[in-house]
């Protein structure tokens, strides 16, 4: 998105994203098998995705709307991941009426 265009929360997709992080392993001296088998951390994160592209995937957990300037948004809780850490996408509904929001089902 450039800085002209409008931001929409209603185009961002509710997702739960699983990918592989590093982890750091025990301090001190340990077995080499131990070492060498040190494993990956299996994270996952759940919000809206606002930005997707070859690099990475950025996702937000919440957000919040100036009540006089509906264009005025603000973003929390983003992470960047990239694209060749990611493992899966899933793509939620959201269900606005259940959730007492006033728009509609997208």
Partial sequence: MSSTEK???????????????ARDTETGWM??????DAPLARCQEVGWMVTSNLDRIVIMR???VDPDDKND???GGAIAIPRTWIVQIE???????????KRSES
């Avoid at 185009?11 to 994203?17: G, L, N």
């Avoid at 793509?91 to 929001?101: I, P, R, S």
């Fill in 7 to 21: 931001f929409d929360i209603d185009k961002c997709p509710m997702v739960r994203v699983t990918w592989l992080d």
């Fill in 31 to 36: 077995d080499i098998k131990k070492v060498l």
């Fill in 62 to 64: 919440s957000f919040a």
């Fill in 91 to 101: 793509y939620l509904k959201v269900n606005y009426e259940q959730a007492g929001d």
């Fill in 73 to 75: 948004i603000n973003g």
